[in-house]
């Protein structure tokens, strides 16, 4: 057998329809990252205008926040609707249309906050829709024959995703800058209608994998039974758990609601999954017989891993601020033009420095697997995925500490250089290679094959959770007894901040660590 299917291997070839993918990422993703990297200073900028110019920062934040909270929440909408009803292709097509109407409401509302949310919006359930889709729909392209070969075009969509967010970072702030917004997002709307029509133009070429009938085994199914099953003489304590979960989430909606109705929506659905992963957690053995051991133990992986995602969501509330906060603190920094090394010609506003993120990432993985990694097992460090995200959240700890003394030299009269700004998007982006680019991996290989679904959905919305913790705290600091508390402090509201949410991400450190000692490790990689 191995001498045919060596040569077999030997003369695959990459699928004929792949570079209609790539095309089509390549392009979505540089009008994505081309608009959310100029949407911050546009907002403080152009469109909010009509506020106090001291509330103009809080609100971008909020819009800005709001917006990626959407984009991490609708791919759960874009994956049911693709999995029970219209298959990968379709689905992705017809929200790619979505998204490229999102992008017309943009370019034709610069001075319209109505029709410019609706833009939002509808990017963010485009873009967030068609998210689970696109790298699952790659892998539909590959059979047994040739599927040694995946792990190079999905080099190439990370690559492409860098790629273009590196150019999008340093030239979209320069159209928005000399051509105006109505410009400046029109060319990432007419990118993406160029990926539309890409995706589009291989649709005869595609392998289409239809939409699968509904799995009695799911995670959910088998959550439910194990919280309605009795057991003679033992009580449901954990439908008790779950129920109360679910009376807490009603409460937090009818409180919430009347103030922000994001806020209220995800507090609602996080109180029903803690609850419920706990009352299902102790009633799970309950549903062995119904269902499959396969199934039960997987729900149980499940459900330990969300534990390490919930430690994780302090570091998306760091990594995205990189976009607001950052760009709002670059703003009052000044340029060293003065300086031989920096590139004036080309870097002229804060938020182009948004672009150092993706090109160190490009300089950091592979320094990390060719030196670092190597060098620590060396030393006979054992360089494990839940260490490697445990100090991924301390370094970007140390990023918002970095940027929280850069922020008290500013509030103290300082004229400081832009380009200190380096030392924090350097450390940031060293703790988001160790964690994002670590956690599916983690989350694959400790989820069974009927589960791994599941797990995708869970680690999108952990963005969205870090990015409510913004969110919570942007609220609170208006209020009027927290200033008073940030005040005496001493620190000035935008340095305590920063070393507030450098505070979080270093006890969520401590706890991932304390978590990671007892965690038990599974291998859940498909066998040879």
Known sequence: MTTTTAPAAAQARIPRQIPYIIGNEACERFGFYGMRNILTPFLIGSLLLFAPEAER???????????????????????????RFFGKYRTTLWLSLVYCLG?????LS???????????????????????????????????????????????????????SFFASLLMPIFLRSYGPAVAFGIPGALMFVATFV????????????????????FLRVARTALLAQSPGRGRPGLIVAGLGGLLALAALAWL????????????????????????????????????????????????????????????????????????????????????????????????????????????IPFNNL?????????????????????????SGLSWVVA????????????????????PYALLTFGEVLVS??????????????????????????????????????????????TAQIAGTGFGQNAFLMFFFAGFAFLAALAFALYARRYPMQDHYRAA
């Not at 995706?199 to 799911?218: D, E, I």
Request: hydrophobic share 50%; charged share 15%; with cysteine.
């Open 404 to 423: 929280g003394l850069i922020q008290l030299q500013i509030d103290g009269g300082d004229a400081v250089s832009i380009a200190w700004q380096i030392a």
């Open 199 to 218: 995706f589009w133009l291989g649709r005869r070429k595609y392998v289409m994998v239809p939409p699968s009938p509904p799995n009695p085994h799911s």
């Open 371 to 395: 030196v670092l990694y190597p060098f620590l097992q060396r030393l006979g460090i054992e360089v494990t995925a839940l260490r490697r995200m445990g100090v991924g959240l301390a370094f």
């Open 437 to 482: 680019a670590t956690g599916l991996e983690f989350a694959y290989s400790q989820a069974p094959r009927a589960m791994k679904g599941a797990i995708m959905s869970f680690w999108l919305l952990s963005v969205s959770y870090g990015n409510l913790w913004v969110l919570v705290t942007n609220a609170a600091v208006r209020n009027e007894a927290v």
């Open 110 to 164: 610069t001075d319209n906050r109505a029709g410019f949310y609706t833009g939002l919006f509808l990017i963010a359930l485009g873009s967030g829709g068609i998210k689970p889709l696109v790298s699952a729909f790659v892998g539909d392209q590959f059979d047994q024959g040739n599927k040694h070969l995946a792990k190079v075009v999905y080099d190439a969509f990370y690559w492409t995703i860098n790629f273009g």
């Open 257 to 364: 609601v009347r103030s922000d109705f994001v806020i209220a929506v995800l507090v609602a659905l996080g109180l029903l999954i803690a609850f419920g992963g706990v009352g299902t957690s102790m009633q799970l053995e309950r549903a062995r017989g119904a269902h499959p051991d396969e199934a039960v133990d997987g729900v149980s992986a499940v459900l330990r891993i969300l534990i390490v995602f919930a430690l994780i969501t302090p570091f998306w509330s760091l990594f995205d601020q990189k976009a607001s906060t950052w760009v709002i603190q670059g703003d009052a920094m000044r340029m060293p033009t003065e300086q031989w090394w920096w590139p004036g010609w080309l870097v002229k506003s804060p938020a182009q420095m948004q672009a150092l993120n993706p090109i160190l990432v490009m300089l950091i």
């Open 103 to 107: 992008f017309v409401c943009l370019a």
């Open 57 to 83: 920062a809080g609100i971008a934040k909020d819009v800005f926040h709001t917006f990626v909270i959407g984009v991490y929440f609708f791919p759960l909408l874009g994956g049911w609707l693709s999995d």
